[in-house]
């Protein structure tokens, strides 16, 4: 397989990048971008699932730069998912500028190069890539929340970044190479200061992104300020691209030495579990709400990557996909109930099920898939993610996870409890709009969620074949 | 897979259909759109059967997993169907007595707004049930049982504003509840033991096992608890009775001939295990034949025509109960067929009766009705010569081979207790049949305007009434049918069908004889009041149906509640204690509210702090 080949989905995204750039200049329509964007991303996703089978086993490319197999289409087909899922939710918002749809492919770019880094040029390039057309998109609506939402994730965000690169650096410095392949070769015994600062400083610029507690601290703020649209994708397309560096960088690149990096990642999930889920029960505002859940999921999928096994690798890309559609679904109504506001607050929902029953069935879906009530994805995610941690002997994690779905259990039902309040329903106000593109992603959403609950083994299958890049070494 | 996966979609499909559909539906096609659907089911059955004579006689099964449902946990979980002889027989009963009963409901439910949410339950139901019977592990049983209660529960409430129908079908549900914990219990224990759930590898693990541990004792003691609550046995009855509430052919479909009869089922399927566990099997015997004889002592008391033939259905599984626990499987497969034929004949009748009276179900207000409904006194006649056991109706050989293998396996006490049943069965039943069509009409208004059902009524009728007169017929050939199923693994020497002594013939049939002319004597030549005797004394603990609520009400529901009482303060305590952490959090998180970008600076700290606190982690371990 040649190279072009194996990177076809990203060559695909590029091409549309221009043509949506030029669409924008040669047409003065507003949805030309829209349309190309979605045209584009659909057709990586046609691509992804078509090198599905040629990669069965990993092609490297550029040095080791560029790992193309399963793990990186799976990631490919997870950030597309997401992209989609923003260009539809974000349809007709004129105000945000027809630069909307091409900063989100750039986005998805940097998160597609996040899946495939081999090396720490890659990964670095993927973060970047990632983060600066968000600090645009998060401030995309000219109100202050919007400006301070971006002001504050582009300042933090560059303050990672350079704890990243001096990570990276010190890395290489330590270990003489660049490629993760070389650095389980080297590191027998780490024992050179050099090179733990290095660990532990690109560690850091690392779940900064995820949001990791204490690293967290932005990301309230951050997605309370953004477009919901926008908020999604963070919370979906972010979460799997810094998820699978993370799982790559310290499972392929530091596999032979779990011992040594893997109790901190556990304390760190298990504290990130914790303030997560118990920050989200008092929230009033639903986005931070949700951000708060983002957090304590982002310490749920730490532990995939804290167990140091095949299980937690698998528990972990599994649990990307039922976490990702729940988001979807939950940001989708959020959208259709805000209209044309920003902020929705969880006392907005109230008597929704009422005023608009499917979708508030809808949304009562996606939220238990959040905590994990089976016949939901988010069950059998955690399920996977338990017997991971008890599979690595690891009970501390199991007892997080356990006490973390407890308490995120109280956050998502008070949404559920106010939208089934009937007593205090303002009957005047609007009934939500359904629009095509929320109620597109809505259902693909609820579906999927419903079908991960039911019978996960398809995806089970796509994910033992993902987590198969351990065998390079 | 042998037309298994048609026959179990078809009802999910008419069900799925009918509730996205109902909306556009014409008024009429909901009902003949369900029954046309499991008709087609029905004659599916009949071709999946007739396909399993072609089979050599060990290999008389067909199974095959539909998908792997579950992988990676330990080991897969398919969802698994498997069809054997046994099976067959409930996938005749319930396709073919499902198909008249649907038929039947077009014209009972006509004038009802809600028949197509009606149908589309009683689409689910047929569904849920061959679910259950179709099961190829005992997780997708588990499934299929907890679907059925689910079913029931909205038929039973399916008249959701009448108060009485709503608490009828929460306590079926949480009676019911208590027997699918038991299950999933006895499952999880065999599970953790063996590592399989699907019946040929289970049962093969069994057989080579040796009887008499207390593993064994536990796991089938749970299992059957489950098959108690389903099947309404002693002391986990009470909720059928009040599962009258339902309309009446749903009352004939799941409370009679289909549903309450799944414990039969399970205890048949798992008579491997029963042989390991032979404290349990007798019990199951033991309880078979106190429910029988103590709801026929409710029985003969009753007022309400469903109720008495509710209290009947008891009485009945108690002797199916009764057969498996002597090791009679055949015999209690038998009786179950027969009963499933005469019960849905009875309820049915009944039904019509309430149909012509419009609604009254009090025999108080019955009587000479004879002249009115000759079509259905004459089925409901069939029907109750069938119950009481008298020859050579479909009851009297189902009853005999359970009574003659109950005598021929030594249990002398259980017979006699059978004996006995019998005899008050053929009373209390032709009590109900005297009161209600012979004598002269109670309540003149009411008889005015009865009148013969219709025609879409009286079909499904007739046709088991004459399955009622004929069922018993089918003896030899039910025998041969089975055989393979009880001969596959060890446990189930007995199973076949054996007849009993001349002299027990011949007692229980003079019983019953003597218990007609008794009614005959005291209900038609004395005219004695249908409330007789009920007023104070025995017979009013009878009428009570001996209190038993009071004392669940004393066991169970007030010790919990007062535990519930008493644990509340602890419960506001914890919700006080969360509340406390979530107020101190929420002020925390209320400080860090406001955005100013000066608080950039505290996130930027926090960020150093995690950062320092990693590296003296690393630092620490080094």
């Known amino acids: ?473 | 897979m042998q037309l298994l996966t048609e026959i179990i979609l078809l009802p999910l499909i008419g069900a799925v259909t009918i509730t996205v559909f109902k909306g556009l539906m014409p008024k009429k096609l909901p009902g003949i759109w369900a029954s046309s659907l499991v008709g087609i089911s029905f004659l599916l059955s009949i071709a999946a059967d007739v396909h399993l004579t072609h089979l050599g006689v060990h290999h008389r099964f067909v199974t095959g997993t539909l998908w792997t449902w579950i992988s990676g946990f330990g080991p897969a979980i398919g969802a698994r169907l498997y069809l054997d002889p046994l099976a067959g027989i409930w996938l005749l009963v319930i396709t073919g007595i499902g198909m008249l009963i649907h038929i039947y409901s077009i014209g009972y439910m006509h004038d009802d707004p809600g028949k197509a949410r009606y149908f589309s339950y009683l689409n689910f139901f047929i569904f849920s049930m061959l679910l259950l019977v179709l099961a190829g592990n005992l997780i997708v049983l588990l499934i299929g049982w907890a679907l059925v209660g689910l079913a029931s529960y909205f038929l039973i409430g399916f008249w959701y504003h009448r108060p009485s129908a709503v608490r009828a079908a929460k306590k079926a549900f949480v009676m019911n509840t208590v027997g699918d914990v038991g299950i999933l219990l006895g499952l999880a224990l065999l599970y953790l033991h063996y590592h399989t759930v699907g019946y040929p590898h289970l049962f093969r693990i069994l057989s080579a096992a040796h009887p008499g541990s207390a593993f064994f004792e536990w796991t089938a003691f749970l299992l059957y608890v489950g098959a108690m609550a389903k099947s309404a046995q002693f002391p986990l009855h009470m909720w059928l009775a009040d599962a009258m509430e339902g309309p009446t052919p749903v009352s004939a479909l799941i409370h009679a001939a289909t549903m309450v009869t799944a414990g039969v089922y399970l205890m048949a399927r798992l008579y491997p295990l029963l042989r390991l566990a032979p404290n349990v099997h007798y019990l199951v015997g033991a309880i078979g034949a106190f429910t029988a004889i103590f709801a026929a002592s409710i029985a003969i008391f009753q007022r309400d025509i469903k109720r008495v033939l509710a209290y009947s259905t008891l009485s009945q599984l108690g002797y199916m109960f009764l057969a498996i626990g002597v090791g009679g499987f055949a015999a209690g497969v038998f009786h179950f067929m027969t009963h499933a034929f005469f019960k849905a004949l009875l309820f049915l009748a009944a039904g019509s009766v309430i149909h012509a009276l419009g609604g009254e179900q009090d025999i108080n207000h019955m009587g000479g009705l004879f002249k009115k409904m000759p079509w259905t006194m004459a089925a409901f006649l069939a029907g109750t010569l069938a119950i009481s056991g008298i020859p050579p109706f479909s009851g009297y050989y189902s009853k005999e081979a359970i009574l003659g293998q109950v005598f021929n396996s030594g249990h002398t006490l259980l017979w006699g207790v059978g004996v006995l049943t019998a005899g008050m069965t053929a009373f209390y039943m032709f009590r109900l049949f005297f009161i209600t069509f012979l004598g002269a009409p109670r309540d003149q208004a009411l008889y005015d305007h009865a009148h013969e059902a219709p025609r879409v009524m009286t079909i499904p009728v007739v046709i088991l009434a004459v399955l009622a007169v004929v069922g018993g017929f089918f003896r030899g050939w039910l025998n041969r049918w089975l055989a393979p199923t009880f001969a596959l693994y060890p446990g189930a020497s007995h199973a076949g069908l054996e007849s009993g002594p001349l002299f027990g013939t011949i007692l229980t049939v003079g019983l019953a004889m003597i218990a007609i002319i008794l009614a005959y004597w005291m209900y038609v030549k004395k005219g004695v009041a249908p409330n007789a005797g009920s007023a104070h004394g025995l017979g009013r603990q009878a009428f009570e149906a001996w209190n038993l609520d009071t004392v669940w009400a004393w066991l169970a529901v007030i010790p919990f509640k007062t535990l519930g009482d008493w644990i509340r303060p602890v419960e506001n305590g914890i919700l006080a204690f969360v509340n406390g952490v979530a107020s101190v959090v929420w002020l925390w998180a209320a400080d860090l509210r406001p955005l100013q970008t000066g608080y950039v600076r505290r996130y930027a700290l926090s960020i150093m702090v995690g950062l320092g606190a990693l590296l003296a982690f690393y630092l620490i371990r080094a």
């Open chain 1, 1 to 473: 397989m040649s190279l072009f080949h194996g990177l076809l989905p990203e060559y695909i995204i590029v091409g549309f990048i221009l043509i949506s750039l030029l669409g924008n200049m040669l047409s003065r329509k507003y949805h030309v971008a829209s349309w190309l964007s979605l045209i584009g991303m659909l057709s990586a996703f046609v691509a992804s699932s078509h090198l599905w089978s040629f990669v069965l086993k990993p092609h490297m490319f550029l040095g080791g730069g560029a790992v193309i197999d399963n793990y990186s289409l799976f990631v490919n087909l997870l950030v597309l998912l997401a992209g989609l899922g923003t260009i539809l939710l974000g349809w007709d918002e004129r105000r945000w500028g027809t630069e909307f749809p091409v900063l989100v492919m750039l986005a998805v770019l940097g998160m597609m190069i996040l899946g495939l880094a081999g090396n720490v040029i890659t990964l670095f390039l993927g973060i970047e890539m990632l983060s600066l057309p968000l600090y645009i998109l998060a401030a995309s609506t000219h109100t202050a929340s919007g400006g301070e939402a971006g002001l504050k994730y582009l300042l933090l965000g560059a303050f990672s970044s350079g704890i990243l690169l001096f990570g990276l650096a010190l890395l290489y410095g330590a270990m003489g190479s660049l490629a993760f392949v070389n650095f389980a070769k080297t590191v027998a015994t780490p024992t050179s200061p050099l090179l733990w600062a290095g660990v532990v400083l690109s560690l850091v610029g690392i779940l900064f992104k995820l949001g990791i507690v204490p690293f967290h601290m932005w990301v309230p703020d951050v997605y309370e300020g953004s477009p919901t649209a926008v908020t999604q994708f963070m919370a979906f397309g972010t979460k799997v691209g810094a998820a699978a560096i993370l799982l790559r960088f310290m499972d392929f690149g530091f596999y032979a030495t779990p011992g040594w990096w893997g109790p901190a990642l556990g304390y760190l999930a298990v504290l990130t579990m914790i303030v997560g889920n118990l920050l989200a029960l008092p929230q009033k505002d639903l986005k931070r709400l949700l951000a708060y859940s983002g957090i304590g999921h982002a310490g749920f999928l730490l532990i995939g990557v804290a167990t140091h096994n095949l299980q937690g690798a698998r528990a972990l890309l599994f649990y990307l996909l039922p976490y990702g559609l729940a988001v979807l679904g939950a940001f989708a109504v959020l959208s259709l109930v805000a209209g044309d506001r920003d902020q929705v607050s969880v006392s907005d929902l109230t008597g929704l099920a009422k005023k608009r029953p499917l979708m508030a069935a809808f949304f009562i879906v996606v939220m238990l898939s959040f905590a994990g009530i089976p016949l939901t994805g988010g069950f059998v995610g955690k399920f996977y993610l338990l017997q991971a941690a008890l599979f690595a002997n690891q009970p501390g994690l199991a007892i997080g996870l356990v006490l973390g779905t407890v308490l995120g259990l109280g956050a998502y039902l008070r949404p559920i409890q106010a939208l089934l309040n009937n007593q205090d329903s303002d009957s005047t106000a609007p009934k939500p709009k359904w629009t095509l593109g929320g109620a597109v992603v809505v259902v693909v959403a609820v579906v999927g969620t419903i079908g991960l609950g039911v019978y996960p083994t398809p995806i089970v299958h796509m994910v033992n074949q993902s987590a198969n890049f351990f065998w390079l070494h």
